[in-house]
Nanobody, 121 residues
């Protein structure tokens, strides 16, 4: 089973940018869709963005226009470029992958450690 490791989080001021990376221990070529999720304190984990192997993308309303998801199958890595960040983007960010509908539903047996993003006002 492919292990996923998230990185790139940190403390950033509102209006700034961050790029998160999700590196897989094996090939993601056969993983139809990869997704980025986030969980803020006291809230449920939510889908931020997803991308399939054809480049089809989906974004949450809060991410549209500010975040961009991409994948590099040759590097077994998925990225989330976060621009114009806001304090409400503060959360632990996770990645995961599966079939398109599975990613939309966000139901997975296991999750990685995630990477903390903190946006100061």
């Amino acid at each position: 089973q492919v292990q996923l490791v998230e990185s790139g989080g940190g403390l950033v001021q509102a209006g700034g940018s961050l790029r998160l990376s999700c590196e897989a221990s094996g090939s993601i070529f056969n993983i139809d869709t990869m997704g980025w999720y986030r969980q803020a304190p006291g809230k449920q984990r939510e889908l931020v963005a997803g991308i399939d192997n054809d480049g089809r993308t989906v974004y949450s309303n809060s991410a549209k226009g500010r975040f961009t998801i991409s994948r590099d199958n040759a590097k077994n890595t998925v990225y989330l470029q976060m621009n114009s960040v806001k304090p409400e983007d503060t959360a632990v960010y996770y990645c995961n992958g599966g079939q398109w509908m599975s990613v939309l539903g966000g139901v997975f047996a296991s999750w990685g450690q995630g990477t903390q993003v903190t946006v100061s006002s």
